[in-house]
């Protein structure tokens, strides 16, 4: 929701640093001509966030299995290997080679969905990263 986002960050609170990503992203992407940067609700947004964001890094239990689209609209691939990375070894990523943003059970990729059910199941993660692609279990 609009909430959790606008308090997730500190956002301009102003219109000329919207103006000026306007006018860049037109020439960059004139497809979509400047809608992606431009002014969002968070703008006007009262509230400070509550907290200071978290700090993700590799000290914690090894429990986390990451899943994410290759060509995901609304959370790129490259946040979610950003993310691994700071994870280090307390985490494994399940890269799927689709598009849209749901994965798990929603997208008919049997080792994706293979792997999460394990993982839901029997808490086990795979040994390294793994990535689907076409309904195939490629390890690596």
């Known amino acids: 929701t609009i909430a959790t986002i606008c308090n ?4 301009p609170t102003a219109i000329p640093p919207y103006r000026r990503a306007v006018a860049l992203d037109r020439a960059r992407h004139p ?6 940067v431009n002014v969002a609700a ?3 947004w009262q509230d400070a966030p509550a907290d200071k964001p978290t700090r993700i890094t590799a000290d914690g239990p090894s429990t986390i ?3 994410q689209n290759l060509r995901d609209p609304s959370t790129p691939y490259a946040g979610a290997l950003k993310m691994r990375q700071a ?3 307390r ?7 689709h598009g849209g943003h749901g994965v798990y059970l929603d997208n008919g990729n049997a080792c994706s969905d293979r792997t999460v059910t394990t993982f839901l199941t029997t808490g086990k ?4 990263d793994v990535r689907c692609a ?3 279990w490629n390890a690596g």
């Open 125 to 128: 993660r795979p040994q390294r």
């Open 31 to 36: 497809l979509t001509a400047g809608m992606p």
């Open 65 to 67: 299995l990451m899943v």
């Open 42 to 44: 968070c703008t006007f």
């Open 134 to 136: 076409d309904g195939t």
């Open 91 to 97: 985490a494994r990523l399940v890269t799927v080679g």
């Open 8 to 11: 997730d960050a500190r956002w």
């Open 87 to 89: 994870l280090g070894d």
